[in-house]
């Protein structure tokens, strides 16, 4: 039996990378894990590689409707939510006297927007059970500003790591532990497209002299997802080899 035997959790952007290695650190601990992703073919796959302890579910966090379709589904589907881990981001390089209003406004809707609308949905279920574990990730780039990320990146992501202190406020008296993981760079395939250039100049920048493995970031996660963590709320947890050390 596992520490998550028995649980259910929902990974928002769970088709790859970091989201892929969470699902896949759940599940290990006993958990059904939800991918909900936009791209629902590759989640598919990546719950076939998981087994019959996952399964995928279309979802963009940027769309109300589609948020509400989602925990609807697996409130129908399964009686109860245990863990919500909002990983579903959109990161693009854009210099920040570039950033249109339209860019901004899309990653808002997704990083900042879709993560309340989604720890909103989830809240409402945890809070008829008692209990409950809601994830962010957020980013070193919301600590030290956009460098590769983007001003609106970075600045969506700060307002995740104020929405995980909100969250945890009002859940604190319910047994409802919100946190946070702020993840440096991690070789993943958003930060194989910058190419190795730029991969390793920001590699030289880390004490730990390397990316994060999506692995590393999955373990942090998994740990505030379980009763190990009953008592910590509210945490800003860095996973970042020392970029960032606060």
Same mark, same amino acid.
């Given at each position: 039996?596992?520490?998550?035997?028995?649980?259910?959790?929902?990974?928002?952007?769970?088709?790859?990378?970091?989201?892929?290695?969470?699902?896949?650190?759940?599940?290990?601990?006993?958990?059904?894990?939800?991918?909900?992703?936009?791209?629902?073919?590759?989640?598919?796959?990546?719950?076939?590689?998981?087994?019959?302890?996952?399964?995928?579910?279309?979802?963009?966090?940027?769309?109300?409707? *589609? $948020?509400? @379709?989602?925990?609807?589904?697996?409130? #129908?589907?399964? =009686? /109860?939510?245990?863990? &919500?881990?909002?990983? +579903? %981001?959109?990161?693009?390089?854009?210099?920040?006297?570039?950033?249109?209003?339209?860019?901004?406004?899309?990653?808002?809707?997704?990083?900042?927007?879709?993560?309340?609308?989604? *720890? $909103?949905? @989830?809240?409402?279920?945890?809070?008829? #059970?008692?209990? =409950? /574990?809601?994830?962010? &990730?957020?980013?070193? +780039? %919301?600590?030290?500003?956009?460098?590769?990320?983007?001003?609106?990146?970075?600045?969506?992501?700060?307002?995740?790591?104020?929405?995980?202190?909100?969250?945890?406020?009002?859940?604190?008296?319910?047994?409802?532990?919100?946190?946070?993981?702020?993840?440096?760079?991690?070789?993943?395939?958003?930060?194989?497209?910058?190419?190795?250039?730029?991969?390793?100049?920001?590699?030289?920048?880390?004490?730990?002299?390397?990316?994060?493995?999506?692995?590393?970031?999955?373990?942090?996660?998994?740990?505030?997802?379980?009763?190990?963590?009953?008592?910590?709320?509210?945490?800003?947890?860095?996973?970042?080899?020392?970029?960032?050390?606060?």
């Amino acid at each position: 039996m596992g520490e998550l035997t028995d649980r259910v959790a929902i990974i928002t952007g769970g088709a790859r990378g970091i989201g892929r290695a969470i699902g896949q650190a759940l599940s290990r601990l006993g958990a059904f894990v939800v991918l909900a992703d936009r791209d629902v073919a590759r989640a598919a796959g990546t719950a076939a590689e998981i087994g019959s302890s996952a399964v995928a579910i279309e979802t963009d966090i940027g769309r109300p409707a *589609s $948020v509400s @379709a989602l925990f609807t589904e697996v409130e #129908q589907r399964f =009686g /109860r939510l245990d863990v &919500l881990v909002n990983n +579903a %981001a959109i990161c693009r390089m854009v210099p920040i006297l570039d950033i249109s209003v339209e860019e901004w406004d899309a990653t808002m809707a997704v990083n900042l927007r879709g993560t309340y609308l989604t *720890s $909103v949905a @989830a809240f409402r279920i945890m809070q008829r #059970q008692g209990h =409950g /574990r809601i994830i962010n &990730l957020a980013s070193a +780039a %919301a600590k030290i500003g956009g460098v590769a990320a983007g001003a609106h990146y970075s600045a969506s992501k700060a307002g995740v790591i104020c929405l995980t202190k909100s969250f945890a406020l009002t859940g604190a008296p319910l047994h409802i532990n919100v946190n946070a993981v702020c993840p440096g760079p991690t070789s993943t395939e958003m930060t194989d497209a910058w190419g190795e250039a730029t991969n390793r100049m920001f590699a030289e920048r880390i004490p730990w002299q390397e990316y994060a493995r999506p692995e590393d970031v999955a373990d942090a996660v998994a740990f505030l997802a379980t009763d190990r963590a009953r008592y910590i709320t509210g945490e800003i947890l860095d996973v970042n080899g020392g970029l960032v050390m606060d």
